[in-house]
């Protein structure tokens, strides 16, 4: 199996798709493939980018239309919800901003901010540039690890499925820590 074509083929699409909902792991091996020269980081960046807006607009939308309900029929969302609703009230530019960086929160954030006073308009301003800043800062983070991964491995290429399977079960494994972690609360 060609690994090199799969990725170059399908990993702007995992991108996207992965940055919908929460993003980071998907993304630092999405930069880590483009300092191996199998993602452009001039595609990676909007790529990501569009993923992280459209991802939280669509949640936004949500609280704005079935927040309450979702509030009432998934009360694990509710604890979380109360943190974030006062500080949407003072705060909710930043908030927006902060709230792409947010483990956690990422889902039930834009919705609270959906259920709030805070215009469409201006949620998906902020959002925006929370998602490129997010974005940047991810992308550039991982391309950094790759380059140190290349450094202390010397040819990183004989390995890279390898690197990125275990940096994906690494992501995954510490998803389900937090999740579960979280449903024990």
């Known amino acids: 199996m060609d690994y090199a074509k ?10 996207l798709f992965g940055t919908l909902l929460e993003g980071e792991t998907i993304l630092v091996m999405a930069a880590i493939a483009a300092n191996q020269g199998y993602l452009h980081l001039p595609v990676l960046m909007p ?9 939280d607009q ?5 609280g704005r ?5 979702l509030l009432t029929r998934f009360p694990s969302l509710s604890a979380r919800a109360a943190k974030v609703e006062s ?3 003072r705060h909710h530019a930043p908030v927006i901003v902060v709230l792409r960086f947010t483990y956690g929160l990422r889902i039930v954030g834009p919705m609270m901010v959906g259920m709030s006073a805070v215009s469409p308009l201006q949620f998906t301003l902020w ?5 490129v800043l997010w ?10 690890f790759g380059d140190a991964l290349q450094w202390l491995m010397g040819s990183i290429q004989k390995l890279e499925f390898l690197v990125l399977a275990v940096l994906a079960v690494m992501g995954a494994t510490v998803w389900l820590i937090v999740r579960y972690r979280a449903r024990r609360r």
């Open 6 to 15: 799969l990725i170059h083929e399908y990993g702007y699409y995992a991108v």
């Open 47 to 55: 790529v990501a980018v569009a993923g992280a807006i459209i991802g």
């Open 58 to 62: 669509f949640f936004y939308y949500m």
């Open 65 to 69: 239309r079935h927040g309450n309900m």
């Open 87 to 89: 500080l949407i009230a």
């Open 127 to 131: 959002n925006s540039l929370g998602s």
């Open 135 to 144: 974005a940047a800062l991810i992308i550039s983070a991982g391309y950094a």
